[in-house]
């Protein structure tokens, strides 16, 4: 019972570490730290990847399906959430990119990155160009192909860990880990004002 006792004490205390390393004021870079953080501990969904992508909603807005006619329907964005701030994480080791097409600034590349505990994450940011640092990492995680080879693809029925952030208090939180992308199911969130 004792070596019980102690080892639930000893995860609640390294569950603790971690949370409090959670960034409560800020702006969507310290969002960006908070998921990256909080998934890294998510053992199962960290442990199945090497190489991960985001997506960051920066105002949240909710999805509405329009029909364009009886057999065509599309999903726009519908309703803002000013208060809260999303970010979808995925795993994905296959997408793979041209080496040519670094210098082509109409092709999509991730402009940002962070590695913690040995595993990519990606991610786009408009206000940030494309430099060799990415590049580099990009290399070192074997993404890069030099010919035409290159493919991105998405597995529609692979899981990934929505976060919703309160944009007043980044350490309010949800997180829903689901095969819909982020802004279908918007969580309740009581964010301070």
Sequence with gaps: MRYLILLI???????????????????????????????SHSKKLFN???????????PLYSQK???ES???????????YNDIIGISII?????????????????????????????LFLWWDDNSPLNQEVIEVLHQFHLVESEEEAMFTTDHN?????YYFCRNDLSRYKKEISTTAMGYNIPKLKCPK
């Design 48 to 58: 199945q990847d090497s190489v991960f992508y985001l997506q960051i909603e920066d």
């Design 91 to 119: 795993g994905d080791e296959e997408n793979t990119y041209i080496e040519k097409d670094f210098e082509n600034e109409n092709v999509r590349i991730p402009t940002r990155f962070a590695v913690v505990k040995g595993k």
């Design 65 to 67: 399906l329009v029909s």
């Design 158 to 162: 692979k899981k990934g860990a929505n």
């Design 9 to 39: 004490c000893a995860f609640l205390f390294s569950c603790n570490t971690w949370k409090e390393s959670l960034v409560k004021e800020g702006d969507k870079e310290d969002a960006i730290h908070n998921a990256i953080l909080d998934f």
């Design 70 to 80: 009886e057999y065509a329907h599309q999903w726009v964005p519908d309703k803002p």
